[in-house]
């Protein structure tokens, strides 16, 4: 959990969350969340049916790697809120890097909170994720 | 009401902390009790959906992913079945979390209608989207996660 005392607005905290994504990750994340989507695992589909380059990767994927980042940052189970837009897709081969920056501390309720601004880019520069979070602080 | 009923389980999370590269020891090693599940592990609730459009049913004929041909999709007419099914794309993602989701919970689902709205885009043509607010309680009935997600038709593949 972060502390009150240790942290402050403007801190920055990013992680490399995957390098050269495999094909072979989305399809256990398929197999572990359940979402079998052609698109994600069925080349000849995504290609031939959906008019893709190729098979990509779920947006859960990259928002479930993207708070891998956001729990190493604010610790387990703190988290009050967490939501992002997928904003371009992750193909495989991307390596992505994922940024939290703490853009408010305040107090609710009695507990303070830590505001949190999300983003995810892949190895051209380009935001593949936006997103924000509240975390609670010690 | 979804027909969702999802036992919270070790082994789950795991295969799903895997999936997402999360090396958090608590996710491999540590007694059940101390482990709060990933952010986004309630979106493996749709393994517990019986009647989810994303998996292929046992003894279904109608998957739309390829076999033989591109599609496995049998109903002809305006082409636009699996390739519809598919053009549908995940916008947005937002999760409230109102108490830590821990092994051992049995959680049950909700699902609300959201707003639903149109918008251009010069990369892939006309945008419809829809949102829609799922409640996840556990087995006394109390809140646990709620999550908004908004879904996005294209009508041509996004460009990039």
Do not use: C
Not at chain 1, 23 to 35: E, L, M, N, P, W
């Amino acid at each position: 959990m972060l502390k009150k005392n240790e942290i402050k607005v403007g801190d920055i905290y990013s992680e490399k969350i995957v390098e050269d994504l495999k094909r072979t990750q989305i399809v256990q994340y398929a197999g572990a969340s359940g979402d079998y989507n052609p698109l994600h695992s069925d080349d000849k589909f995504t290609k031939e049916i959906a008019g893709y380059p190729g098979v990509f990767a779920h947006g859960m994927l990259s928002m479930g790697m993207t708070g891998k980042m956001l729990t190493n940052f604010v610790g387990d189970g703190t988290l009050k809120k967490y939501g992002v837009r997928f904003t371009n897709q992750v193909w495989p081969g991307d390596s992505l890097e994922s940024t939290a920056t703490i853009i408010d501390i305040k107090e609710e309720n009695g507990e303070t909170l830590a505001e949190i601004a999300i983003e995810t880019k892949n190895q051209d520069g380009a935001t593949v994720i936006t997103g924000s979070a509240t975390a609670k602080v010690s | 009401m979804s027909k969702i009923k999802m036992p919270v389980e070790k082994s789950h999370i795991m295969m799903f902390a895997r999936s997402i590269g999360d090396a958090n020891p608590k996710y491999y090693e540590e007694k059940d009790e101390e482990v709060v599940a990933p952010p986004t592990f309630i979106q493996s609730s749709a393994q517990f959906d019986p009647e989810y459009f994303l998996r292929p049913k046992i003894g279904g004929d109608n998957w739309f992913g390829s076999g033989k041909d591109a599609t496995g999709m049998k109903s002809s007419g305006s082409g636009s079945g699996g390739g519809g099914a598919a053009m549908g794309l995940h916008a947005e993602q937002h999760y409230e979390y109102h108490q830590p989701l821990k092994v051992g919970d049995v959680i049950s689902a909700t699902v609300k209608p959201g707003k639903s709205w149109e918008k251009e885009s010069k990369r892939a043509g006309k945008l419809k989207f829809s949102e829609s607010v799922t409640e996840y309680r556990n087995q006394d009935g109390e809140l646990i996660i709620t999550a908004t997600s908004v879904g996005v038709v294209t009508e041509k593949p996004v460009e990039n």
